[in-house]
């Protein structure tokens, strides 16, 4: 089983539509949670952090489930320009113990279309 | 505003060259990390460094091999280039259970 999975996309849908994403994760010890965006394989730049009583930000809103260790991104509202690969990210304890190791799901597509 | 700089941004290699993929970041950050991204794979782990002098091997180490003297760079080798090691390479920094800063990437062709 891979540690980071997300569901396989790609989405395509309307400007105005709700898209949600999902993640699940193995290591029940992560402490950190992302979500990246990626526009055509240029380097992944931070979206958002997801943090245990979730978080908004204008038209996102990112959850964290870690009883059922799953991390959620919903977007309300699509814009063309929201179209890019998402990608999350857990952060796992490595053998120094320490959490920095950053593990990404395989990422999701979402192309917006007028 | 330098952040973190890997190169070269393009390299096409022949089967058994080796080479080596630079990165360096200014943010004083502890943990840095290379990866490369195949399609429909999303990015995989090669080797990760949580300081200077102490590395370990990540999800797909193989064909690769890390230092770090410095806080500031960890160069990705490539002892014998392989086809199979045709990617996109991108190396990352940050602090720990934070957020990482990406390279522009490095997108190498072995032939």
């Known amino acids: 089983r891979k540690e980071v999975e997300q569901d396989p996309g790609p989405f395509n849908v309307p400007e105005g539509a709700t898209v949600a994403f999902n993640c699940t994760y193995s290591?029940?010890?992560?402490?950190?949670f992302f979500w990246y965006r990626q526009d055509c394989r240029k380097e992944p730049k931070l979206l958002m952090s997801v943090y245990s009583s979730g978080n908004e930000d204008g038209r996102f809103t990112a959850q964290l489930n870690r009883a059922s260790q799953y991390i959620s991104l919903l977007i309300r509202d699509s814009k063309l320009s929201d179209s890019a690969t998402y990608l999350c990210?857990?952060?796992?304890?490595?053998?120094?113990?320490?959490?920095?190791?950053?593990?990404f799901g395989q990422g999701t597509e979402l192309s917006v279309k007028p | 505003n330098a952040g973190v700089t890997q190169t070269p941004k393009f390299q096409v290699l022949k089967t058994g060259q080796s080479m080596t993929l630079q990165c360096a970041q200014d943010?004083?950050?502890?943990?840095m990390s290379w990866y490369r991204q195949d399609p429909g794979m999303g990015l995989r782990l090669i080797h990760y460094?949580?300081?200077?002098?102490?590395?370990d091997q990540g999800e797909v180490p193989n064909g690769y091999n890390v230092s770090r003297s410095t806080t500031e760079d960890f160069p990705l080798r490539l002892l014998s280039a392989a086809p199979s090691q045709t990617s996109v390479y991108f190396c990352?920094?940050?602090?720990?259970?934070?957020?990482?800063?990406f390279g522009q990437g490095t997108r190498l062709t072995v032939v």
């Open positions: 990210v857990v952060n796992m304890y490595d053998k120094y113990n320490q959490g920095g190791k950053l593990i």
């Open positions: 990352a920094s940050s602090f720990r259970n934070t957020e990482a800063f």
């Open positions: 460094s949580v300081g200077a002098g102490i590395t």
């Open positions: 943010m004083n950050h502890e943990y």
């Open positions: 290591n029940s010890a992560s402490q950190s």
